[in-house]
């Protein structure tokens, strides 16, 4: 036990006690590779920061139908509810006005209130023509004698529209006639290009929305409550 004391302090007089230091140094690599006969493994690399996934965009065909110098809001409209077949248009969206259709033939200018929309999709033209109710309406234009035809808009553009990128809108207004009930009509829209009609699909829902929440809000202040709309009216939040 003294002899170990003697290693670590020293009880000389007039000299002041020290604790000696132990110091340890690893061996390196090379030397545990002989003292253990092993290899030992490299140090990892650093682990490379994560990236975030890519968002793929749809792409959409650029290929457009229209004819040489038409403008790209140039469409062509059709109406469940007349005998009219596709008409053409020229289609301006504004947050005031909706869906203005200013008509480019002798029919009445059609303005689509966004709140009116029930439901819209887009429709390929093959699923269109094999639709029965309006195989039949474009078989009664067909069957028209007073129609007016003119020099860019032909009897066969009214039953098959020149513009093949179709959305269909479900549209429900309220009859003149009756103030309490309402009355559903389909709307056939072709654009001209692919592009456009996700444009048009994407504006009639953000619209809806728009004047619903819009709607809620002027009710809300007569109110003085909280109220979202349904399908029966408004109902408390």
Known sequence: MEDCCSLLCSNNEGATSSLISVAFMPPNDAQNEVNLGTHIPEKPLPALPETAPKITRPTFSRACCGRPGEPLNKVCLLVSTDLEGFLPYRLIISEERGFDFASLSPAPDFCLEPAHVVKVQRISLDAWQQDRSFGLLCRTVEARSGLKVS?????????????????????????????????????????????????????????????????????????????RPSRMGYHEA
Do not use: M, N
């Open 151 to 227: 020099l860019d808009w032909s009897v066969q553009d009214r039953v098959r529209p020149p513009y093949v990128h179709l959305v269909q809108i479900l549209a429900r207004e309220k009859e003149e006639k009756h103030p309490g009930h309402c009355s559903d009509f389909i709307i056939v829209v072709g654009v001209q290009t692919e592009a456009l009609a996700e444009e048009l699909l994407r504006s009639c829902l953000l619209l809806k929305k728009r004047r619903a929440l819009t709607a809620s809000r002027k009710v809300e202040s007569l109110l003085g409550k909280t109220w």
